[in-house]
């Protein structure tokens, strides 16, 4: 039986222990605990620049961001020892704030071969192209930008749009969401957000999403909200915290906690395309 991600109805468990991370010589994760498991919403919020991207890009195994403590695991699996693509392949997927885009490469050919690259034998073209029209239809998509160059040309919405369209034909286990509501309006907001949610209530898929709005947070409402500040999580509770930082931000609950935020500016290094190396550095 081909080993596709649809398969997924299992409960799955993504643990991450002590995760210190740095980016060229320089600290940004500085000890992150947290267990996320199928099913759940975690909202991860913070400053600008306190490492929540880094968090995703170095579980997803963005080569420049080095692991140097800690540990990460997919249902009992050590992911820092798999590339970026084993690491798709065992069930996690990322959400992309900055879609990269592709000249020559056409959207469909691109969505395809990803399928591919997660089954022992080729997608049927003509199932192909009933899933892709599905999620064309439920994410109200422009069915012409099946035949354009990937991210080429198309606006951020079409961009943010295009990327859960990813996320609905590969059925991850886990889903980590960079800003995905960034640069969509009203009814795009609400489009992707249905698309979520129909996505956990389908496969259970387990989310790990970044935002900063707390409308994005009524739409795909968080089991769980986890306040990262210095490269740790120093709070965690449920969808009232994110109603609370939406309402009063974050230097009230600093404050609180006894802790300074370190004004940092986190580097966001783009994402290839590509099956980039992992590279781990681990201190005893």
């Known amino acids: 039986m081909p080993n596709t991600m649809k398969g997924f109805g299992i409960m799955s468990k993504l643990i991450i222990e002590n995760l210190h991370v740095e980016i060229s010589g320089k600290e940004i994760l500085k000890g992150v605990d947290l267990v996320v498991d199928s099913n759940e919403v975690h909202a991860l919020m913070g400053p600008n620049g306190h490492g929540k991207s880094t968090l995703l890009a170095a579980i997803m195994g963005h080569p420049k961001y080095i692991v140097t403590k800690g540990s990460i695991s997919l249902d009992g699996e050590d992911v820092l020892e798999m590339s970026t693509a084993e690491r798709s392949k065992a069930g996690l997927f990322l959400g992309m704030q900055y879609p990269q885009e592709v000249p020559g490469v056409l959207n469909s050919d691109f969505l395809r071969a990803a399928i591919n690259a997660h089954r022992d034998t080729p997608i049927d073209l003509f199932k192909f192209i009933k899933e892709m029209d ?113 309402s009063e931000g974050y230097e009230i609950i600093a404050s609180e906690l006894g802790i300074n935020i370190i004004e940092e500016k986190e580097v966001k290094e783009p994402v290839i395309l590509e099956n980039c190396a992992n590279s781990v550095k681990r201190n005893a």
Do not use: C, W
């Not at 859960?164 to 640069?183: W, Y």
């Not at 898929?205 to 500040?229: A, K």
């Open 134 to 246: 599905k999620y064309t239809n439920e994410l109200e998509m422009d069915p012409e930008l099946a035949h354009r160059y990937l991210n080429e040309g198309f606006s951020g919405g079409e961009k943010k749009r295009n990327e859960i369209m990813q996320m609905r034909l590969l059925n991850p286990k886990f889903a980590l969401l960079d800003e995905i509501d960034s640069g969509l309006d009203i009814d795009a907001l609400r489009i992707v957000g249905e698309s979520i949610t129909k996505a956990q209530a389908e496969s259970n898929v387990g989310l790990l999403v970044i935002s900063h709005y707390g409308r994005f947070y009524d739409l795909v409402q968080p089991t769980n909200v986890n306040v990262l500040m210095n490269g740790k999580i120093v709070l965690t509770g449920d969808k009232t915290l994110a109603d609370r930082i939406d």
